[in-house]
């Protein structure tokens, strides 16, 4: 199979959505009609036997919630799709940033009883950012929830992003009856199970068949046929290109708990998102259908088997055909590294690959010489864009309480601050160590790792820092004057750059002003 061939058969995509709105669960769908698993769990806090496979951290399966991203690929219809299931957790964000950095399209699911959340805005704008093609799958129709027109108003208000219904919903919560597929023109009804594939399906091209009474009552047929025009004449007819630069968003419902309303979803994902897409570096755009092999580091996990202590780079190929064994050049490092293990994911379970191709997720294992963002080629020097690190927003001390396990406790910070969901700060003046985070769940996350999977005992002792500014200077003089003069604010991130740790927001103006000839930075690329 040609280069050209492999590409045109892959879909690579991002799950998204605020905490608790299915996402986990729609995931495990996907992979359930997609073959990849025979029956499904639903998640449920606390009940570890009874988790969803792509939830596999032992603090995951505790508290019902996704902490790390997931990465899983099966093979549907004759394409290959790769999943990356993301947090949705506030606390948890720069992970599904990063994670969107490596997608060609994303699917964000919305609860339909409480509809656009926080989080969801927070998520699309960094979608509208790269453009990022967006279907929305309205989750939860077992449940009482909100009318479809509001929930639609309310996406295209408070996302900006026009919508095209291509399901309808007969019914919601005690009434549901099932949903009209408007993509495919069929009727499907609801027969809610946990655990099966439902795929039955009734063919009825047109709403106005009378054989529609025989499946649901005469007053629900009314109203599908009232509100179907009304769709009609609201929204336009879906224009595959819209959807693909990401100004119109498909949508579907259904719920995913039932398997109700998956398969029409991934019936026209798989027609209508795009294939792998060319990516940006520093120096030019790289389009994968490029002979010569490239790829970047969008994720690193440390312990993904706590029994071996391996540490694992997400790499996303970008152009070119990966193999295993091949000598590869790492541009930061200016050097060649060989990589003999290469292995592609089914969320904990892992299986050994010779090759890969645009789109595809590689784990790499690795002894520490890769870090996110770094750039994989096969002898260019080209670096690809977009994965900087931001200012945390939250600060706290370490405490080690186990002076035994100093070793242990360097070890385990500084491989867990490569995964990118925490950052390191270790001031200059007495050593002293400093997590930041974006969220206050991060560090019972930290504490809990830290003593699981390294036997290092810690504590989080709360700081006064108000934002951690990356410095620099066109005059090299005034910065070394700088950092003098607030010795004792200035630390070192993991990477050994500058910082300056400003305690509240009136001060760092201050300084600023005092300071004019040094530039402070809220994100590590600058």
């Known amino acids: 199979m040609t280069l050209e061939q492999e590409i045109s058969k892959r879909k690579t995509f991002g799950i998204i959505a605020h905490p608790d709105a299915g996402k986990t669960t729609l995931t495990e769908k996907l992979l359930l009609f997609g073959g990849a698993i025979q029956t499904a769990g639903a998640v449920k806090s606390n009940k570890i036997d009874m988790n969803t496979r792509s939830d596999w951290m032992d603090i995951e399966k505790q508290r019902g919630i996704s902490v790390a991203t997931s990465v899983m690929g099966f093979d549907y219809k004759d394409l290959k799709i790769n999943i990356l299931d993301t ?4 606390d948890f964000a720069e992970d599904t940033y990063r994670t969107l950095t490596a997608v060609d399209s994303v699917i964000m699911v919305i609860d339909c009883v409480k509809g656009v959340e926080i989080q969801t805005e927070k998520l699309m704008e960094v979608c509208r950012m790269r453009n990022t093609p967006v279907l929305c799958f309205i989750n939860k129709l077992d449940r009482e929830g909100r009318d479809a027109f509001e929930l639609l108003d309310e996406i295209e208000a408070k996302l900006g992003l026009k919508v095209r219904p291509l399901s309808w919903p007969i019914g919601m919560g005690k009434s549901l009856r099932g949903v009209y597929n408007i993509f495919e023109k069929n009727l499907n009804l609801y027969e809610p199970s946990k655990t099966k594939k439902v795929e039955d399906v009734i063919k009825i091209t047109d709403i106005n068949d009378p054989r529609l009474e025989e ?3 005469s007053s629900a047929a009314k109203t599908l046929r009232e509100e179907l025009e009304l769709v009609d004449g609201v929204y336009d007819p879906l224009d595959p290109e819209k959807y693909l630069s990401g100004e119109v968003a498909p949508v579907f419902f259904g719920s995913a708990v039932n398997n109700f309303g998956v398969r029409e979803l991934l019936d026209c994902f798989i027609q209508i998102a795009p294939t792998p897409k060319p990516r940006a570096t520093e120096e030019r755009e790289i389009a994968p259908q490029e002979n010569k092999f490239s790829g970047f580091i969008f994720k690193i996990h440390a312990n993904m088997d ?7 780079a997400f ?20 050097k060649k590294f060989r990589f003999s293990n290469a292995t592609a994911f089914m969320a904990q379970q892992k299986e050994t690959i010779d090759e890969a191709f645009p789109g595809d997720i590689v784990g790499l ?44 406790l360097e070890k385990g910070l500084l491989q867990l601050m490569d995964e990118g969901v925490a ?12 997590v930041g985070t974006v969220g206050a ?14 036997g290092a005992k810690v504590q989080f002792a709360p700081v006064n ?19 003098k003069d607030k010795y004792r604010y200035i630390s070192k991130d993991k990477e050994g750059k500058a910082v300056f740790m400003a305690e509240s927001k009136a001060w760092l103006q201050m300084v600023q002003d005092n300071f004019p000839e040094v530039e402070f930075h809220f994100i590590s690329e600058f």
């Not at 947090?87 to 506030?90: A, D, N, R, S, V």
């Not at 700060?425 to 400093?434: I, Q, W």
Request: net charge positive; hydrophobic share 30%.
């Open 87 to 90: 947090p949705g957790h506030q």
């Open 215 to 217: 499946y649901i009552s």
């Open 306 to 312: 706590p029994r071996h202590r391996n540490r694992l």
């Open 315 to 334: 790499v996303r190929v970008c152009s070119g055909k990966f193999e295993r064994g091949n000598n590869y050049f790492h541009v930061r490092q200016d």
């Open 365 to 408: 294992y690795d002894t520490g010489n890769l870090k996110i963002g770094d750039t994989l080629t096969e002898g260019e020097k080209g670096t690809f864009k977009g994965i900087p690190s931001f200012s945390p927003e939250l600060f706290k001390e370490v405490i080690n309480l186990d002076a035994m396990k100093s070793k242990q």
């Open 423 to 434: 950052q390191l700060f270790t001031y200059e003046m007495g050593a002293r160590k400093v």
């Open 441 to 454: 769940l991060q560090f019972e996350v930290l504490q809990y790792r830290l003593l699981n999977e390294y």
């Open 465 to 483: 820092i108000y934002k951690a500014c990356w410095i620099s200077s066109g005059e090299q003089g005034q910065l070394d004057a700088f950092i």
